[in-house]
């Protein structure tokens, strides 16, 4: 049975940091990206950053670059995003997931996009206010 157990989400002053974890069980994590998307209510899921298990190349959002790195654990199971110079606007519950498709694949195709992704974790919550 596949399951994320994700951490980390909690209530930050703009420009404070916060690190997520998302440890996965459940399947061979070989040629998976495993990423993180964030969804605030009423709007669409949108794509943070994702990882490869096969390489570790990585991918991120504009909206993020520079402020947010995506890695993986010793354990190959757990994927981190440590999350600098939070802003109000990112502010979502932040989901993580995994997709058999490679980083370079979703780049031609069109980016982080939620339909790459095959399981989804519960998600956590990143609040950012002053």
């Known amino acids: 049975q596949v399951r994320f157990v994700e951490s980390g989400g909690d209530f930050v002053q703009p420009g404070e940091s916060l690190r997520l974890s998302c440890t996965a069980s459940?399947?061979?994590?070989?040629?998976?990206?495993i990423g993180w998307f964030r969804q605030v209510p009423g709007k669409e899921r949108e794509g943070v950053s994702a990882?490869?298990?096969?390489?570790?190349?990585?991918i991120y959002a504009d909206s993020v670059k520079g402020r947010f790195t995506i890695s993986r654990g010793d354990d190959k199971y757990t994927v981190y995003l440590q999350m600098n110079s939070l802003k109000p606007e990112d502010t979502a519950t932040y989901y993580c997931?995994?997709?058999?498709?490679?980083?370079?694949?979703?780049?031609?195709?069109?980016?982080?996009?939620?339909?790459?992704?095959?399981?989804w974790g519960k998600g956590t919550l990143v609040s950012v206010s002053s």
């Open positions: 990882i490869s298990t096969s390489d570790d190349s990585t």
């Open positions: 997931a995994a997709g058999r498709i490679t980083i370079a694949s979703m780049s031609r195709s069109g980016g982080l996009l939620a339909r790459f992704m095959d399981y």
């Open positions: 459940g399947f061979t994590l070989d040629y998976y990206a």
